[in-house]
């Protein structure tokens, strides 16, 4: 009997789709507010191109091996082109600042995905809760909540109005609050989440104080309820080195010893199983494995609590062991 022919409970769990990389040109440029522009990418080959669905991203490569993610929002219907929408960060690492200063109508650009880690969950109700740039995401959100016919409600905060990108066509609608900080101060968090309302889902994208505030703030509603994405790993995960353990890699027959401070995905390299990676700090997905044997200590930003009280998978690139043996599906 082949794998294909047995019973799926006997069958080993698949490994996670590692996401193509194709070349796109920049097929359009705007600005959407101060220090945001959109880019439009369309295939070289006048195809289609790749599907997707609220809440995924893609993997820009970008020169000197920077590899950056954009979370998408355009329209999903839209085959003829992905949109991104891009903050110039003056402090970053150097994409956003190629893309604003010198990425141009024409250029090509190599991208992976897209890649979904914060799925738009049915549900008949939404509140969005967007800050800064984590807009991005949210706009298909409330396209796709609008047209399955559930009720939502967005409550958007930025530095100023002027920094505010997709401004103009969300304000137009009344279940839209707009708080822009200079004028109006902080989101009021706290009053937004006071009241659990049952059947809605929570979704909130934005800079880290953000997301922790909203954590704090919704921790009495339901399990669950609450989804969120995250531009840079969490600020409460555990930044010591760790202890040494084992590793399994079971499809490569190649047991790796992983030393305090060393990740797993530097290990298995090094013993000549490479595997994608991009963001190298649990935000992005990329290198998410199959967990076979063993408990993971899960230092990602990405797994819910439930995914990580799985301990089905883990992001090799930050991710450790609570015992000392792991085996994993490489």
């Not at 097929?27 to 220090?35: E, I, K, P, Y």
């Not at 891009?86 to 893309?99: F, H």
């Not at 930003?301 to 090799?316: E, N, R, Y």
């Not at 450790?320 to 792991?326: F, S, T, V």
Request: aromatic share 4%.
């Amino acid at each position: 009997m082949t794998a294909a022919e047995l019973p799926s409970w006997m069958r080993e769990p698949e490994a996670p789709a590692r996401p193509a990389t194709v070349e796109m040109r920049v097929a359009a440029r705007r600005v959407l507010s101060d220090g945001v522009i959109a880019l439009d990418l369309e295939p070289l080959d006048g195809g289609e191109a790749p599907g997707w669905e609220p809440g995924a991203h893609v993997d820009l490569h970008l020169p000197g091996e920077l590899i950056r993610q954009y979370s998408l929002c355009g329209s999903p219907g839209d085959r003829e082109a992905l949109r991104v929408a891009v903050l110039r960060e003056a402090e970053g690492r150097g994409g956003s600042l190629y893309l604003h200063d010198v990425a141009a109508v024409g250029d090509v650009l190599a991208v992976g995905g897209p890649r979904n880690n914060f799925r738009l969950e049915p549900s008949p109700r939404y509140l969005f809760i967007g800050g800064g740039i984590g807009i991005t995401p949210l706009v298909p959100m409330i396209a796709a909540a609008g047209a399955a016919g559930a009720d939502w409600s967005l409550l958007y905060g930025g530095r100023t109005r002027a920094s505010m990108a997709f401004l103009a066509e969300l304000e137009a609608d009344e279940r839209v609050a707009v708080v822009p900080e200079d004028t109006m101060g902080m989101l009021d968090l706290e009053a937004a989440l006071r009241e659990v309302r049952g059947e809605t889902l929570i979704y909130c994208c934005g800079p880290e104080p953000l997301l922790l505030a909203v954590e704090d703030a919704a921790a009495h509603w339901p399990a669950g309820a609450l989804h969120v994405e995250r531009f840079k790993a969490r600020g409460d995960l555990p930044d010591d080195e760790g202890t040494a353990f084992e590793v399994v890699l079971r499809r490569s027959g190649i047991t790796i010893e992983i030393a305090p401070g060393e990740t797993i995905l530097d290990a298995a390299a090094a013993a000549g199983v490479a595997v994608p990676s991009s963001c190298r700090e649990g935000t992005c997905g990329t290198c998410e494995t199959i967990v076979l044997e063993g408990e993971p200590e899960h230092r990602d930003s990405i797994l819910t609590p439930a995914d990580q009280a799985a301990g089905d998978c883990m992001m090799i690139c930050c991710s450790r062991c609570r015992g000392e043996r792991l085996v994993l599906d490489l």
